[in-house]
């Protein structure tokens, strides 16, 4: 498995993804969690051909559970009201080709 520029993902995962492979600066990022009274807010720049599956813990040594599965491209969004009660949680984004 060849590695990518960015130093951290192979070839494979950022065509996934849909990053430029030869970019050492491509990373996938949310562009912001917000929480909002009883709801968490993830957005991230989607792209198209791809769609997205969320994962979250309310501890990393845990594991992570699948919340939300296939969530379309567009709008690149997700809203949580489930597991906004935690004092903390991580969210995991899985990009995959649709």
Do not use: C
């Not at 845990?62 to 489930?82: M, R, V």
Request: aromatic fraction near 12%; charged fraction near 10%; glycine fraction near 8%.
């Amino acid at each position: 498995n060849a590695m990518a520029s960015n130093g951290v993902n192979t070839v494979l995962e950022t065509y996934i993804a849909g990053l430029d492979p030869a970019d050492p600066n491509a990373s996938f990022l949310l562009n912001s969690v917000q929480t909002i009274e009883s709801t968490s807010v993830l957005q991230w720049q989607g792209v198209s051909g791809r769609f997205y599956n969320i994962h979250w813990s309310s501890n990393l040594l845990s594991g992570f559970e699948l919340i939300a599965t296939e969530i379309p491209w567009t709008p690149g969004s997700f809203t949580d009201t489930t597991h906004n009660v935690a004092a903390q949680g991580f969210y995991k984004i899985e990009v995959e080709m649709e």
